[in-house]
């Protein structure tokens, strides 16, 4: 089932859903894909500096591994396709609109968005408001 590429479709059924759980990014220099299964990671990303996953906060804290920030997830229920334009770009500009960070990760089906979370429900409203809909009438 491809997804949808239309931009307006894609920011005027977003549905965003904040994930429960707190998550934290943690890196492993010398670490390889598979490495470190244990964390019950919900992302990874191997870089040239190590492997970098997304793991909930409560596993790091228990494991003893160290990270800067702690993020929530916000899915972004609408089935996008991964050749759709615009849909990260409009997320990132309506959230830095109002000071916030946003990391950005797609999957298969859906984007995930990790935000600070001390900011999370203010990024949800944001997403599921008018901010997203403002960006689609400039067009």
Excluded: W
């Amino acid at each position: 089932m491809s997804g949808q590429r239309d931009l307006k479709t894609l920011l005027s059924e977003l549905a965003p859903v904040l994930r429960k759980g707190e998550f934290v990014f943690c890196t492993f220099p010398s670490a390889r894909y598979g490495d470190h299964a244990h964390l019950e990671p919900i992302a990874a990303v191997v870089e040239a500096e190590g492997l970098t996953l997304i793991v909930p906060r409560a596993i790091a804290e228990r494991e003893g591994h160290g990270f800067e920030s702690v993020v929530r997830c916000i899915t972004l229920t609408v089935h996008s396709s991964l050749e759709a334009v615009g849909l990260t770009a409009a997320v990132s500009a309506a959230l830095a609109a109002q000071g916030i960070s946003a990391n950005l990760v797609a999957g298969y089906f859906h984007d995930h968005v990790f935000v600070s979370a001390s900011h999370a429900d203010r990024a949800l409203r944001v997403l599921s408001q008018g901010a997203l809909q403002d960006a689609q009438r400039a067009d």
